[in-house]
């Protein structure tokens, strides 16, 4: 039952992607669609998964200025997680092959998002700063998930310094999202996911810092998520 649940949350997250078609059509690039997608799909998804996502520290994410979030990434199932919780005008960094993914790949792109080659990463890291100063002038926020890839539920990775040159270049505060330690671990003869909990942490204001302040950044972010990480998993357990 657990795996017919997973089965009918993504191909139903696959067809509102191709139903969105027509609001991506007539308003493309506009970042708020990527916010109302994401929000539907979460909550649809987790709707069908039977799971139940409890979320600590919403006040966290500011309401009326841009920003750039950060979030660790264990599984595609993080999508499901985190989609209603993106702020307005949102664009997210995602890698080359997205784009081949049925409809989802077609609304990325016309959404506006950040379409990076990972098999360039010198060049990855410029178009990081210059998109760190095009957020600014648009209005917009950015999503990133900085360890590049899914780490499976296995701890947290080390963080690619993309999202933090395009903090800094921005002046943006960075919002972490901590999504707690999980599997596809269902309960019951119905198969409902077990609860994946959420916690978004204070932001760190980026103001006045330069680029020589990037591993001390990255090093403080990590060290606060992995601890919020942990705890997740900890109350989870109880």
């Known amino acids: 039952m657990a795996l017919l649940r997973k089965i009918l949350a993504w191909t139903g997250v696959l067809l509102l992607c191709l139903l969105s078609m027509v609001l991506y059509l007539a308003r493309p690039f506009n970042p708020d669609n990527?916010?109302?997608?994401?929000?539907?799909?979460?909550?649809?998804?987790r709707a069908v998964l039977g799971m139940?996502?409890?979320?600590?520290?919403?006040?966290?994410?500011?309401?009326?200025?841009?920003m750039v979030v950060i979030a660790n990434h264990q599984h595609n199932d993080d999508f499901l997680i985190v989609g209603d919780v993106v702020p307005r005008r949102v664009v997210a960094v995602g890698k080359l092959g997205l784009l081949w993914v049925p409809f989802f790949g077609q609304v990325f792109w016309l959404g506006g998002n950040v379409i990076l080659n990972r098999s360039r990463s010198h060049k990855s890291v410029a178009?990081?700063?210059?998109?760190?100063?095009?957020?600014?002038?648009?209005?917009?926020?950015?999503?990133?998930?900085?360890e590049g890839t899914r780490s499976?539920?296995?701890?947290?990775?080390s963080?690619?310094?993309?999202?933090?040159?395009?903090a800094i270049a921005s002046g943006l505060p960075?919002?972490?999202?901590?999504?707690?330690?999980?599997?596809?671990?269902?309960?019951g003869w119905l198969g409902r996911r077990k609860?994946?909990?959420l916690r978004i942490l204070p932001a760190i204001e980026t103001t006045g810092m330069t680029n020589t302040d990037i591993p001390e950044l990255i090093a403080r972010c990590h060290s606060a998520m992995a601890k919020a990480i942990?705890?997740?998993?900890?109350?989870?357990?109880q």
């Open 159 to 166: 963080f690619k310094k993309g999202a933090f040159y395009a």
């Open 127 to 146: 178009s990081m700063q210059v998109v760190g100063d095009t957020i600014v002038h648009e209005r917009k926020s950015l999503w990133v998930f900085p």
């Open 152 to 157: 499976r539920g296995k701890g947290l990775q």
């Open 52 to 66: 139940q996502r409890p979320l600590y520290g919403a006040e966290n994410m500011p309401k009326d200025r841009s």
């Open 230 to 237: 942990a705890e997740l998993g900890e109350s989870k357990a």
């Open 195 to 197: 609860p994946v909990p």
């Open 34 to 45: 990527n916010r109302i997608l994401a929000g539907v799909c979460a909550r649809f998804g």
């Open 174 to 187: 960075l919002v972490m999202v901590c999504v707690g330690p999980y599997q596809d671990d269902s309960q």
